[in-house]
């Protein structure tokens, strides 16, 4: 990977819908080259795919919850009954496995403080090995600089 093709991501990073066309002006090559590269990086999984930002009150999803998750136990069979489990609900928008103070850290994404709280007691107290359960409520998300 080069500068060029650094130049690409950074681009697709923030606009996934543009223009090869375009891409190319904005990474200094004609659209055949920029075509190839976009391929390449598609075809060696660097570039993963393409998503939606969706605004997720639209969903009804106008809540966002962090969730840190603390296991029981460690053993292989305990930590892959609560990662199947966990993958499972939808709210449940990434999981992260950490360091720290807490095995996950779970981005759920729901309507509501009450939503949340029914959430709470019946998903989330209900996957399997789940010692304690943390959860931080976001008041506001900044957007990122583009």
């Avoid at 060029?4 to 950074?10: G, Q, W």
């Avoid at 996950?104 to 509501?112: E, K, S, V, W």
């Amino acid at each position: 990977m080069d500068d060029v093709d650094r130049a690409i991501l950074a681009v697709l990073e923030k606009n996934g819908r543009i223009s090869n066309a375009e891409l190319a002006v904005r990474v200094g090559l004609s659209p055949s080259p920029c075509l190839r590269r976009v391929n390449r990086l598609e075809a060696t999984g660097v570039i993963r795919g393409y998503r939606a930002d969706i605004e997720p009150t639209a969903l009804g999803r106008g809540l966002t919850v962090f969730a840190g998750i603390r296991l029981m136990r460690h053993t292989r069979p305990d930590v892959t009954a609560f990662e199947r489990a966990v993958t499972r609900l939808a709210e449940v928008v990434f999981t992260h496995h950490i360091t720290g103070n807490y095995d996950y850290l779970l981005q759920i994404d729901i309507a509501d403080l009450p939503a949340y709280e029914d959430f709470h007691a019946n998903q989330l107290a209900g996957l399997p090995n789940i010692a304690t359960v943390t959860s931080y409520v976001t008041m506001k998300t900044l957007p990122t600089s583009t």
